[in-house]
């Protein structure tokens, strides 16, 4: 049992290039999110999804899309990377309304 | 949208109780309070949540105001791998996914 598990851990783009982060969980989980952390800040919300092929907007959605085509996975892509984007990402699923389980991060440089 | 207020940072000794406050004046009724924790270089961490009454689990303690303005994380008795930011966070059962937010949170250190 991996819990939740995110693809790759560290990634250096250059600006314009783009990218795709993938989030995994094997606990049935309905629920996924994306999340961004910069430093010295806290999380905040990307985009998330109630189940297969659904998907919503957060409080950050701007530069970024996702897909969930299968429960299990979650995917959040960056079309064309800003410097702005440089972060550390974060994936998190859970059951409707209980405990967000968390991945270990991925961080992202964007020269 | 609710939210929460936390002191920046929070300095503890080893094995004595830690209380981390966290103000929510205008909290509403269907706001669950959560609690999570960021050890460094990991992801967060669930560690407790409730809605009125005070709450109890292996790793702490929730204890509410009885207005539910506020609410205080009890540690026990901190160890060093206590040391992390701790987040308290509202949660509408009415507005999944978007009232989810993590502020800056507190950091707390554990002197030995």
């Known amino acids: 049992n991996a819990g939740v598990t995110q693809t790759p851990k560290f990634r250096v783009l250059k600006t314009g290039q783009s990218m795709t982060l993938l989030c995994a969980q094997d606990?049935?989980?309905?629920?996924m999110y994306w999340y961004r952390q910069d430093p010295g800040m806290g999380l905040r919300l990307i985009h998330y999804?109630?189940?297969?092929?659904?998907?919503a907007k957060g409080e950050v959605p701007d530069g970024y899309n996702v897909s969930r085509l299968k429960k299990q996975n979650f995917l959040l892509g960056l079309e064309s990377a800003a410097p702005s984007q440089t972060s550390v990402y974060f994936c998190?699923?859970?059951?409707?309304?209980?405990?967000?389980?968390f991945g270990p991060g991925t961080r992202l440089l964007v020269l | 949208d609710a939210k929460t207020t936390q002191p920046n940072s929070m300095e503890s000794n080893e094995e004595e109780p830690v209380h981390l406050p966290c103000n929510h004046s205008?909290?509403?009724?269907?706001?669950?309070i959560h609690w999570y924790r960021q050890l460094p270089s990991q992801g967060p961490e669930y560690v407790i949540h409730?809605?009125?009454s005070n709450v109890n689990n292996r790793m702490a303690s929730l204890a509410i105001a009885e207005d539910r303005k506020s609410s205080t994380l009890i540690l026990h008795r901190a160890t060093l791998r206590d040391a992390a930011v701790y987040y308290c966070?509202?949660?509408?059962?009415?507005?999944?996914?978007?009232?989810?937010?993590f502020g800056p949170g507190t950091r707390l250190s554990v002197l030995p």
């Open positions: 999804s109630v189940g297969e092929g659904t998907t």
């Open positions: 205008t909290i509403s009724g269907t706001d669950y």
């Open positions: 966070i509202l949660r509408d059962v009415l507005n999944y996914g978007q009232n989810f937010v």
């Open positions: 606990m049935n989980h309905e629920y």
């Open positions: 409730g809605l009125t």
């Open positions: 998190a699923s859970s059951y409707v309304l209980e405990t967000q389980y």
